[in-house]
């Protein structure tokens, strides 16, 4: 696949900033609402824009609206922590992986599995960083200690891991009908940033 023109690299910008708006209010979702995008995005973010600068605006949106929910939307403050300055680099494990991935990503069936591997073990250890961060600093638990943290990994990270796939899951659908069906984009393989 071609490097993104400046049109579709705004407009995939723009598109993955509103889905992160219209999902970060929600977690995992309910029979409203779709669960939180960010990690896909992230991981998305760093397959399609690439560059460096656009994963700190992402950060910056990311801060944005978690400040908003939490202020006007009425949305629990718990995970709120001196953690929270680890978001950074949990979401910097899903950008440069996907990024790591990108010039491998053409289209073939084998890429969109290397894809989708790669996004279940950079979204596992993304999550590592970001609760492991939130168990151990954020203040929360009074004794913390490996049995229970380990616990709560086991519990909550598949929730966490699931929603991302499950977008990611989607993006490669997509992305498998315009290999197939717009001229000259099999077999193109990707440039870095």
Not at 5 to 28: C, E, K
Not at 85 to 100: E, Q, S
Not at 110 to 125: K, W
Request: hydrophobic share 55%; charged share 10%.
């Amino acid at each position: 696949m071609k490097p993104l023109s400046r049109p579709m690299f705004a407009a995939v910008a723009a598109l993955f900033a509103v889905v992160m708006i219209g999902t970060r209010f929600h977690h995992f979702g309910d029979a409203l609402h779709l669960p939180d995008a960010s990690m896909a995005l992230f991981f998305l973010g760093g397959i399609y824009l690439r560059k460096h600068l656009a994963f700190v605006a992402f950060v910056v949106l990311s801060v944005l609206v978690d400040w908003y929910s939490v202020s006007y939307a009425g949305v629990s403050d718990f995970c709120i922590t001196v953690a929270y300055a680890f978001m950074p680099l949990a979401y910097a494990v899903l950008w440069y992986a996907g990024r790591l991935l990108a010039p491998r990503y053409d289209g073939s069936l084998r890429s969109h599995a290397l894809v989708f591997a790669g996004l279940l073990v950079s979204a596992t250890l993304s999550y590592a960083v970001s609760n492991g961060a939130f168990y151990w600093l954020g203040g929360r638990y009074t004794a913390p200690h490996m049995a229970e943290y380990v616990q709560r990994f086991a519990q909550w990270a598949p929730l966490f891991v699931r929603a991302a796939a499950g977008y990611v899951l989607v993006a490669q659908v997509i992305q498998a009908l315009v290999f197939r069906f717009v001229p000259g984009q099999r077999g193109q393989r990707t440039a870095q940033a």
